[in-house]
């Protein structure tokens, strides 16, 4: 079993800063890469922020320079560092880790049950 629990979220006003942090735990072997994802209402799930182990880092246009991805390997600890925040950024904000487990050694996707976030003008 994977459980990934979310903690950060929250309402703040736009410019505000919010830290979302998620630590995985569980029949953890491999994590190869753990991220960010939002989904705001009507909207597909999208890309947030992505990070691998091996240090490469991604993120959708609309945070670039706003939002800073970071992790803590040892812990499997992921955290988004969210800047500047717009009302357009408000959704549900989910964690994901691609890993293998003591029960499977291919990489799976693990997914957080998603953490509010919303930015009020």
């Known amino acids: 079993q994977v459980q990934l629990v979310e903690s950060g979220g929250g309402l703040v006003q736009a410019g505000g800063s919010l830290r979302l942090s998620c630590a995985a735990s569980g029949s953890i072997v491999s994590n190869n890469a753990m991220g960010w994802y939002r989904q705001a209402p009507g909207k597909e799930r999208e890309l947030v922020a992505q990070l691998t182990n091996g240090g490469s880092s991604n993120y959708a246009d609309s945070v670039k320079g706003r939002f800073t991805i970071s992790r803590d390997i040892a812990k499997n600890t992921v955290y988004l560092q969210m800047n500047s925040l717009k009302p357009e950024d408000t959704a549900v904000y989910y964690c994901?880790?691609?890993?293998?487990?003591?029960?499977?050694?291919?990489?799976?996707?693990?997914w957080g049950q998603g953490t509010q976030v919303t930015v009020s003008s």
């Open positions: 994901k880790m691609r890993a293998t487990t003591y029960y499977s050694s291919s990489y799976n996707d693990y």
